[in-house]
């Protein structure tokens, strides 16, 4: 079935420093692609998305693009903040399901130091 | 426009109590969803709820688990005789139609099993 795999954390860099966080995914047909991030305490926000192949999502200086050919969606971001430590979540709607229903990978904790 | 609300945010409960977790979507948002968040594990999608129905609860357990979202009020997790393996955190969504719109969450309730 349709999966979502995640790049293990936690994840650990210093203030300025460039970020990649994988997600590679397996799914049937091509449903569209969901970051999401969870600071302490919080619930999920979607943080970008896109929504078909060669799709750029980006927002806060986040970016990640649809990868038909070797079915990923990285997360990628040039220069982190303190303030950008939480937990990010890659996403897709299983086929045939609604983009409510999403399967989540396993998430990659990411802190930054000043 | 308030978020998605839901109560409690923490709950306690002993061995074969009953946990009731209630979520209110954002206004105007017909469409909710639960999910369950284990230590350390990605979100797990439990069940897609609309007025009065229940679209699709694959991934609620078979037992002891219910949901449900009335014509009035919000929508009600409920977990029957809990077990210490139900210590989790809840998450509830709520999207305004089923496909090609964004879900948003709430903050979640942290249910502890002692």
């Known amino acids: 079935g349709d999966s979502v795999t995640q790049m293990e954390g936690p994840v650990t860099l210093s203030e300025e420093a460039f970020l990649t966080i994988n997600c590679t995914y397996t799914?049937?047909?091509?449903?569209?692609l969901f970051w999401y991030v969870q600071y302490p305490g919080e619930g999920l926000q979607l943080l970008l998305k896109a929504t078909k192949a060669d799709d750029k999502g980006s927002n806060k200086g986040f970016e990640a693009t649809y990868r038909k050919e070797t079915t990923s969606f990285h997360l990628e971001k040039g220069s982190v903040q303190v303030s950008d430590s939480a937990v990010y979540f890659c996403a897709l709607p299983p086929y045939g399901g609604s983009q409510g229903n999403l399967i989540f990978g396993k998430g990659t904790k990411l802190s930054v130091k000043p | 426009n308030a978020g998605v609300m839901q109560n409690p945010r923490h709950l306690v409960r002993r061995r074969g109590q009953e946990a009731r977790l209630r979520c209110s979507p954002m206004k105007g948002h017909s469409h909710v969803y639960w999910y369950r968040q284990l230590p350390e594990e990605g979100l797990k999608f439990m069940v897609y709820?609309?007025?009065?129905?229940?679209?699709?609860e694959s991934g609620m357990p078979k037992e002891r688990f219910s949901a449900e979202f009335p014509k009035e009020g919000p929508s009600i997790l409920r977990i029957q005789q809990v077990v210490r393996g139900d210590s989790a955190a809840y998450f509830c969504?709520?999207?305004?139609?089923?496909?090609?719109?964004?879900?948003?969450f709430g903050q979640g309730t942290r249910l502890t099993v002692v």
């Open positions: 709820l609309q007025k009065e129905n229940i679209i699709d």
């Open positions: 969504a709520s999207s305004p139609r089923d496909r090609n719109t964004e879900a948003f």
């Open positions: 799914a049937t047909g091509y449903p569209s």
